[in-house]
């Protein structure tokens, strides 16, 4: 699987967008970008993922660049609760072993 | 999304004893799970991965002989820590992958040894 490289630490504020990057400059075709995030002490909970395309749900916007080395995951208006250490993952399926990288310690503040 | 429940949440064992800790997928049939452990700060590490039916893969480095991993069933994952000792004292997490798009993992284990 390719490797990513995020930033360790980002602070934002609650009602703000939190925009979290993530480099992948080596992914290659078949790969997926993957999010996940982790609240202290719990296991991570999937967020959201996608290979070529902007893919949006319920959580979370996910933007990757048209060469895909890069991506940003979009939490639109980021409360206490998101507060987390998010992943991102880039791997060929969902089913696949997910190595877990140092992710990134998000902070969201009143 | 799918539901995975890990049980117990937090066990405190006595050294030499051994602790089984037991991984669900309520809602789904999981083909593969896969257990990870997590020391205090650090990333989640890859222990094994094991599939319906067939015998565990274990990472480099990681004793097949302390950590057994039975799946038995598509719906049961366990992972037995024999022998724990207080090095073995961590948070351990398992993941459920079946005919989705995305692994889900449970809630995690957090095993004292004393």
């Known amino acids: 699987d390719a490797k990513t490289t995020q930033p360790p630490s980002m602070d934002c504020a609650e009602g703000r967008a939190a925009n979290l990057p993530c480099n992948h400059s080596t992914i290659s075709g078949n790969e997926y970008v993957y999010w996940y995030r982790q609240i202290h002490s719990q296991g991570p909970q999937y967020i959201i993922h996608?290979?070529?395309n902007n893919e949006t749900n319920e959580m979370a916007s996910l933007i990757i660049t048209e060469d895909r080395k890069s991506s940003t995951l979009i939490l639109p208006h980021a409360t206490l609760r998101d507060t987390a250490v998010y992943y991102c993952?880039?791997?060929?399926?969902?089913?696949?072993?997910?190595?877990f990288g140092k992710g990134t310690m998000l902070l969201v503040s009143p | 999304g799918a539901v995975v429940s890990q049980h117990p949440s937090r066990v405190i064992c006595k050294s030499g004893t051994s602790v089984k800790i037991e991984c669900r997928s309520l809602d789904f049939q999981a083909t593969t799970m896969f257990w990870y452990r997590q020391f205090p700060k650090k990333s989640l590490m890859l222990m094994a991965t094991?599939?319906?039916?067939?015998?565990?893969?274990?990472e480099q480095g990681v004793e097949k002989d302390k950590f057994l991993i039975n799946h038995a069933s598509l719906t049961l994952s366990t992972l037995t820590v024999t022998s724990a000792h207080p090095e073995d004292s961590s948070f351990y997490i398992c993941s459920a992958a079946g005919d989705f798009t995305e692994a889900f993992f449970g809630q995690g284990t957090r095993l004292t040894v004393v």
């Open positions: 996608g290979l070529k």
């Open positions: 094991s599939n319906e039916g067939s015998k565990a893969t274990y």
């Open positions: 993952i880039v791997t060929n399926s969902g089913y696949s072993t997910l190595t």
